[in-house]
């Protein structure tokens, strides 16, 4: 009866019909991931890594470990943030956790909340699949695991945002498909950046993904392409814009509240 | 401060000069102000598009309002949201359903969206009650529609609302299931729950309602007791088929209050049917002294249906659906109406 500061039933609720419903497709969740990582460490591992030379002292195969983690990162947390803010928005379900007692934080810490676990577990899972291909060490990884976190939640934050624009499955697709994906593949996870020639170079320094890919490499490695220090603050930049717009996003009721 | 025994008497919700103009500019609502008392079964009647649902909508904190201010058990809907919306319950009018989800997750969702802890008994009671157990573990997609409508009202009676909001309950349901819900509502209400209901079947607000709010084209036109409704506009009309047309009404009948039909040849008397005097046999028998002969005659009451067309109608509301029906009936009630609607201000 008590009506306390902090919806925590709410909140627990949602998080766990989320989960569930993660749970109830978990073999076509975790099998995508499983599949497409040993396919690409039969193609990029054993096809060409073996032509490769080592990368800052480390084997190709193992190099690409970390940013085959983000690629996935990126796009899960995407998916499933926006999937799961979508859904109810598209079934008209929505009505429900609009009208009930939760603040515009705690719904947000419930969708977005299990969104980041999924997107996680699956990176956590291509990390155990790698593994069986290539030794992985994680010199860091207490940071390894922060880092995972703090790009999953900044992502998650962002496919929320994408979840409340998009006004169809389409346009669900677009944002992912125009700009994670080329920018990741630009963004050094296949490669060192050092490797490429100078205007290039100086290019790719411009392109945010470069930063979160080798800063998270290094909590693998300890080498990096650029700071960790930058790496981590554009982050944090990012997370802090994403959390900008969903703050307005409630404040106004855009395409939530006619 | 806040006394138990006065907190009883103020409205269990109370809504003050309420507009909504939506982003096309589309007025919805206009200054609608309307006070429901506590434990009532409140019927929210009008035409499609009349903003019922806005209004509903509005209370639950679906859509923001333009202009106005709510509050639900003295809780202001939108600085204090949270006291406010954890006694709101609310069906609303589509099926809207987690249609991939089984039913007792969806309801138990629902249950901890407002707060409450995990209850199976209580979901399994409320399931129980509205026949759906046999089909907890079905998806909601599996359901058909009128099975669909009770999975909605479990999820929200699931969080034991005080003031529950039914927008068309009984829309697409059959006649059995109809009569269920209806016997649920008054169960409802029995404990102590205050109902706000939407409906188009007149006769579901005549069966059940203790008041009757009739909204159209965004303007709240009427609130009234239901049974002083009846009895103020329970009117009755006397039709007279006569065998030679009139062209006129003879001047030798004008103590009463009469209507000509179109052809000339149905004369309608329109009288109060609780009145001790109704004027009836002393009309027959002027006509009789007059000469004017008739081959048959009916009566017919008035039903909540006739008032909310006529008043409807008289504003311009929907078309001009049945408008026959109230060609010749006196202004003089209609206009008792528009006035008597306001009660829900008088504080
Ligand atoms: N989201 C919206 N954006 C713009 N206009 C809207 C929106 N929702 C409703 N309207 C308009 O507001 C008016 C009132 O709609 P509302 O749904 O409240 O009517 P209603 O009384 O519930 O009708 P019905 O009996 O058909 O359910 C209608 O003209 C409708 O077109
Ligand atoms: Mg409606």
Redesign the interface.
Known sequence: MS??AF?R??V???Y??EM??FLRTIWTGLATPVITTSLYFVVFGSAIGSRMSDINGIDYGAFIVPGLMMLSLFNESIFNASFGIHM?RF???I?????????AFELVLAYVGAAVTKATAISLVILTTANLFVPVSILHPFWMVLFLLLVATTFCLFGFIVGIWAKGFEQLQIIPMLIVTPLTFLGGAFYSIEVLPEPWRTITLFNPVVYLISGFRWTFYGSSDVAIGVSVLATFGFLLLCLAVIWWIFRT?YRL?? | MENGETRLMEPVISIRNLSKR??GGHEALKNVSLDINRGEIFALLGPNGAGKTTLI?IV?????ASEGSITADGHDIVRD??????K?G?V?Q?L??????PVW??V???????????NPALIEKILRDLSLWDKRKAKILELSGGMKRRVMIA?ALSHEPDILFLDEPTAGVDVELRRDMWELVRQLRESGVTIILTTHYIEEAEEMADRVGVISKGELILVEEKTELMKKLGRKRLTLNLSEPLTEIPANLSDWALSLGADGLELYYDFDANADRTGVPSLLRRMSDLGIAFKDLATHQSSLEDIFVSLTTDRGGDGGRAAHRTNGRGNGDRENNGTSGRAGEAE
């Open positions: 009506v306390g919806n039933h709410g627990w609720a949602i766990r019909f569930h419903r109810p079934l008209g379900t009505y429900e956790p609009l009208s009930a007692p939760l603040s009721g509240k006619a | 939506y982003a909508s639950c904190g679906i859509v923001n949201y949270r006291a406010a919306r954890t709101i609310l609303p589509e809207h359903t987690d249609a991939f989800e997750s969806t138990a969702l629902s249950r901890g969206m407002f707060g409450k802890r995990p999820k």
